[in-house]
């Protein structure tokens, strides 16, 4: 394909991963990072794609610096971020599209363990978006032998299915620390994704993008791989440390912590049921310990597995 020009802003471990993908690709990349010395304006100069690969705390900021600079009409902006605002309980593509309304926005998510992509072992990820010609051309700038984008057009259910597993691996950590064996790992992801339905489907997801590589698929992945923060934190939980503790031993960003908070305080506003993620809200507010949190989920009415 022709050569792109791609600002990728975040030169995190996700940030990178992404960076060199393109770079392999032959685009032409230039990353910004707030440490950097690049300026936020060379970086984006005449770039036909700006992708944001940071932490959601720096998600709000950054959409007002970039706002603050004249863009072509054409570019297309690309989130990556999983995760959602405290203040708004906004997903991070919503933030760019209410602060650019005329600008394609496209959502990037799978199952995606960076290290694993940095390793050059094969993957698959999912562009997602309502401008279906700007999800194409962020297809074809990605794709790979070791990395296979799909396309996808519900971007609301992709960017969700990623961000709200973080709190499900947080409890599968929780669960392969306390060696509950294989039938609970597995009882868990399955009501996990359950319940992540219930709530995609309060934000106007299709239930089906969560049977896909963004939420199954990252699911597995993070639920399953020491390699996932987010699992790292629960793991570390089940051998008695405090929150704290794990957070300042922890490199890099586990977005599962305060994607929890605001999903608590959302699913209150909404009248949500949200079992799962309740107790992974205790827990990590030291409420209860890992045990307590596993009989009270155990012990809760029992129900239909479904409401048909
Ligand atoms: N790592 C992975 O496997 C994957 C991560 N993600 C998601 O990507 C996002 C980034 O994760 P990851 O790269 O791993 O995290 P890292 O902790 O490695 O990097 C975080 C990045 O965000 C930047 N950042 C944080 N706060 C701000 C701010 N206020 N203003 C500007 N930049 C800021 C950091 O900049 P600085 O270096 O200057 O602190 C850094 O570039 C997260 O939402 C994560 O869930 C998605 C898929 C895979
Ligand atoms: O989102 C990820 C893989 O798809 C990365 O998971 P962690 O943020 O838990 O490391």
């Given at each position: 394909m022709q050569k792109t020009t791609i600002?990728?802003?975040?030169?995190?471990?996700?940030?990178?991963?992404?960076?060199?993908?393109?770079?392999?690709?032959g685009h032409e990349v230039r990353v910004w990072s707030r440490r950097g010395s690049a300026t936020l304006e060379a970086v984006i100069s005449g770039a036909?794609?700006?992708?944001?690969?940071?932490?959601m705390k720096g998600v709000s900021d950054l959409v007002s610096q970039v706002k603050s600079i004249p863009l072509?009409?054409?570019?297309?902006?690309?989130?990556?971020?999983?995760?959602?605002?405290?203040?708004?309980?906004?997903?991070?593509?919503?933030?760019?599209?209410?602060?650019?309304?005329?600008h394609p926005v496209v959502v990037l998510s799978g199952p995606n363990l960076s290290q694993e992509i940095q390793e050059s072992l094969p993957a698959a990820t999912v562009v997602a978006s309502e401008n279906t010609a700007a999800a194409e051309l962020v297809q074809l700038?990605?794709?790979?032998?070791?990395?296979r984008v799909y396309t996808n057009p519900d971007p609301i259910g992709v960017e969700l299915g990623g961000t709200l597993k973080n709190i499900m691996a947080i409890?599968?950590?929780?669960?392969?620390?306390?060696?509950?064996?294989?039938?609970?790992?597995?009882?868990?992801?399955?009501?996990?994704?359950?319940?992540m339905v219930r709530i995609g489907q309060s934000w106007g997801a299709k239930t089906e993008?969560?049977?896909?590589?963004?939420?199954?698929?990252d699911l597995l992945a993070t639920c399953n791989s020491?390699?996932?923060?987010?699992?790292?934190?629960?793991?570390?939980?089940?051998?008695?440390?405090?929150?704290?503790?794990?957070?300042?031993?922890?490199?890099?960003?586990?977005?599962?912590?305060n994607t929890c908070q605001v999903l608590v305080q959302r699913a209150q506003q909404y009248t949500i049921p949200i079992p799962l993620t309740q107790q992974v809200y205790r827990l990590l507010q030291g409420e209860i310990t890992p045990r307590q949190a596993l009989e009270e989920l155990?012990?809760?009415?029992?129900?239909?597995?479904y409401h048909y």
């Open positions: 600002a990728i802003l975040g030169a995190g471990a996700w940030g990178q991963a992404l960076a060199d993908l393109a770079s392999q690709n036909e794609i700006i992708l944001s690969a940071i932490a072509s009409p054409n570019t297309i902006l690309v989130t990556a971020t999983k995760g959602l605002d405290p203040q708004t309980t906004s997903t991070p593509s919503q933030i760019w599209q209410i602060a650019f309304p005329d700038v990605f794709s790979s032998p070791i990395f409890a599968a950590g929780v669960c392969d620390g306390l060696h509950l064996g294989t039938n609970a790992k597995a009882a868990l992801v399955t009501r996990g994704l359950t319940e993008t969560f049977y896909g590589l963004s939420g199954l698929g020491p390699l996932s923060r987010n699992y790292q934190v629960g793991y570390q939980m089940a051998s008695g440390k405090t929150l704290t503790e794990i957070l300042a031993h922890t490199a890099g960003t586990a977005e599962g912590v155990m012990l809760r009415d029992i129900k239909p597995e």
